[in-house]
């Protein structure tokens, strides 16, 4: 079974048509230098604060040093980080020692063969990593959130380089999902535009997902 983590949600009402309809983790973006589903930190909380367990619930932070992604989290009280951006110093024990009941996913936007090594030198602090599409070296950083695809021939070698669960995000939607995941076999899939509709979770879209995965 492929694990499905629906993001940019942005109200209690989002979480409970993700989770009615097969979610079993939901994406909440914090603060970021570009992308179409930053929410307040205070929005994140009341929402991770309606989400029974099992469900994970996921903060995205664009922040960078370990202090401040623990001070980013003490906000909102998630089950899980989501680390967009490169962690300075490669602090995950920092965030361990500080949080030690929170899990931690590190994305990786794959651009070329060094991600690979990237992804495989940073599976060994993480619980689960998580390949995106975005492009942290632009002035403007794009951290996720895209709508774009990458190359899932990196993805698959990554995905049968590294022992801890993988996630695919980057552009995924209804019509392409079941070649991503024949191409990549991940764990999990992510995904925020491609179930969206202005901007508005598409519950009609979200079904047709679901029903896309199950073929
Ligand atoms: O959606 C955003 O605003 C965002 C901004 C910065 C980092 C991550 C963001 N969202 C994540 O991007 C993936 C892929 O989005 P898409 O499906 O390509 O639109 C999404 O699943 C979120 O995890």
New binding site residues.
Partial sequence: MTHV????ISSPEEAQIAIKNGASAL?L?GN???????IEDSLIHQIAKTVPPPIAT?L?T?ETEASAIVSHYQKVHTTTI?I?DALEGREYTAIRNALPHVKLVQ?IHVIDEASVQEAIEVSEFVDAI?L???NPNLATK???????VHNWDLSRKIRESISIPLFL?????KDNVRQAIDAVQPFGI?????VRTNGILDERKLQEFFEAIAR
């Fill in positions: 983590k629906i993001c940019c994406g973006v970021m230098p570009s992308g179409p589903g930053i996921f995205l664009s989501q967009v994305v998580l995106d599409s975005g794009e951290l996720g959130g895209t709508g774009r995000a980057g552009g995924l939607n992510d995904l925020c535009s491609g």
